[in-house]
């Protein structure tokens, strides 16, 4: 029998290339003629454009053009389309590929200098003299919303892009029924991508006609093809888009970006291939950030330490544009209620403009945020009644034998929320076993004499997965026996090679290394979305399977004609098609390849359709929901303050697993940006909006030293919603990371330490707390 792919720990078919330095990242392209741009960026966080001194920059050795937005106009001009129109935004709040009169925080790009090599770009770029006329800053979100607050945008009568609200039951009658209600304002800070390929693009014009291709890194290559030739007044088919092998993305890298257009616009008004790769300090200036978000919210909750209602405000620092529309804060309000059963939520979110990198999603998009107010405002029922804490989770659950559970909340396109599978008892009370809760106080009195203190924290969570509308994969098995997946899903490292082909294997009953995809290529497939939101697995690996079943179906029917034997007495082995128990009775797929590809003059056999292959589009009709609970351990040294993470346990539900090797990546990357989160990472900007933290020596991320061992295990409980039976997997370590390990630095710190409502917490906080 061929063997078994789906639920293997099949070793990524990416691999060998990536590690080997055969990756083909995009500033590996060198086509001929390339030029090499460098921006002239704003030094102010808002003012405006009042003149572009180019001359001396022009004159330098190398310089092939400097170009403002006035240059382009007979090819564009304007703001560029948003990406998500939403009602609330009458008009839209997009960058232009440069600031033609205003900018509009710090780093925002108003000039570019192209040249024969980079070197000659940067130099010309630092030599070109803007005058930027100052206007006053607005830098904190709250303040920002005040009636006499600095415009972000002059033009603006408010910062107020949109007020969200999401509510159901009746809160009033809650908490007026309710026999306690606690208060806390919690307060999650901006922080960034970082991933490890920064961004970049590489446009390159037809020479012989009007086509454009665009080589970006990007999570989005359909959604820059379809809003470049929208721009452009071009049609789609005279613009190809490709996301070559890509470094991370964790969200941002699924905006479309003024430098992508810029540099467009550059190429084809030169008529040459031009590349532009952002450098580090390009990315804390440019590259979206996000979870700036403050909430002030109440919990009511029974004497028993059952939650039964959440209501209040937030406030969502949008930053100075919204390229993403309201995509961001509305997923927040999405994620309320969280895995609990809550009789009544009443919450609004305002969204604000600021002179700030605007913010989109960032791995979890809001999730863990809403993660954060839950688990927090948990521990604080448990603090207020002296509960235990996993006593509140439990008795606030969503139980087993509610699912299929409606939240009452509403999805993004207005639809119910709806909780497919599992249960968030079961993987609560796992994680606390698996971290052998029993043993921890013994554990707590040996730091204690080694000058230590130790914290147990944790924290529970479900995410929203396979987000619609669909994805959509072709299967083609080729005369030499080879399967072709074709599909419009890119990857940024998560392994959709090696599961689409795991799934297709079994399929076709083929060897996994006989499996080719071909993704990320808007010429390679029609049509795709986007690589965000945990959806891929479910939208694309649904595709798949079902085009590789539509491919079995068709090769068992021919190969029934030809071997004169029913299809239910039929198998497919090692890529042959044979009859049960005769293995001499049989027909390679290639051989049916081969038959269907046709030949002058003759019929195709059996009156059957030409070629081997299929198409499916999985259209997803509703949210997957993956859930899980962590538990962690943080030991805090109280003279420095200094709190590591010693030991952490992950469970996890994400329906049946298609590979658990690569899940658990996902997952432990996952966790590993949730400590980053909580611990280290902080965007710092002064009163007038100026970043404080540029480098890597003032921004922290978590790296080896300061990671535990993390301990992934699986709940498999298969959602109803897919053919595969699968739910997303990869921001779930994130989502509920940040407050679990604030939870154990509460634990740690003790009953009469003040209440933790924030991340990143620092050691200078921890310090003053036990002071």
Known sequence: ?????????????????????AGRYVDDLHPAGLLHVAFVRSQRAHGLVRGVDAGAAARMAGVVAVFTMADFADLASGPMPPLAPHPLIKTPITYWPLAATEVRHVGEAIAMVVADSRHAAEDAAAAVEVDIEPLPVAADAIA????????????????????????????????????HVVAETIVTHRGGCHAMECRGVVAVPDAMGEDLTVYTSSQSPFLVRRILAAYLGRDERHVRVVAPDVGGGFGPKANVYPEEFAVALAALKLGRPVKWIEDRQEHFLTTTQQRDQIWTVEVAFTAEGRMLGLRGRGVHDNGAYAPYGLILPINALGCFPGPYALEALDVTLDVALTNMVPTSPVRGASRPIVAFVLERMADRVAAHLGLPREEVRRRSFVRADQMPYETGGKARDGSPISYDSGDYRQALDLALSKIDVAGFPARREAALRRGKLLGLGMASCVEDTGLGPFEGATVRVTPAGKVVIATGASSQGQGHRTVFAQIAADALGVDINDVIVDAADTDKFPLGISTIASRIAVTAGSSVEMAAQKVRAKALRFASNRLEAGEQDLEIVDGAIQVKGVPGMSITLAEVSRALAGAAGMSTPYGMEPDLAATAYFESQGLTFAYGSNACEVEIDPDTGDARVVRYVVVHDCGRLINPQIVDGQIIGGVVHGIGNALFERMLHDPEGQPLTTTYADYLLPIATEMPRIEVHHIETPSPRNPLGVKGAGEGGTIPAAACVISAIQDALGPAAPFVAHHPISPQDIVAMLD
């Open 1 to 21: 029998m061929s063997a078994r792919y789906f639920g293997a720990a099949v070793n990524r078919l990416e691999d060998p290339k990536l590690v080997s330095g």
């Open 144 to 179: 920002a919303l005040a009636a006499d607050a600095p415009r972000a945008h002059s033009d603006r009568d408010s910062n107020l892009a949109a007020r969200l609200a999401a509510k159901f039951g009746d809160a009033d009658a809650v908490f007026a029924g309710a026999d």
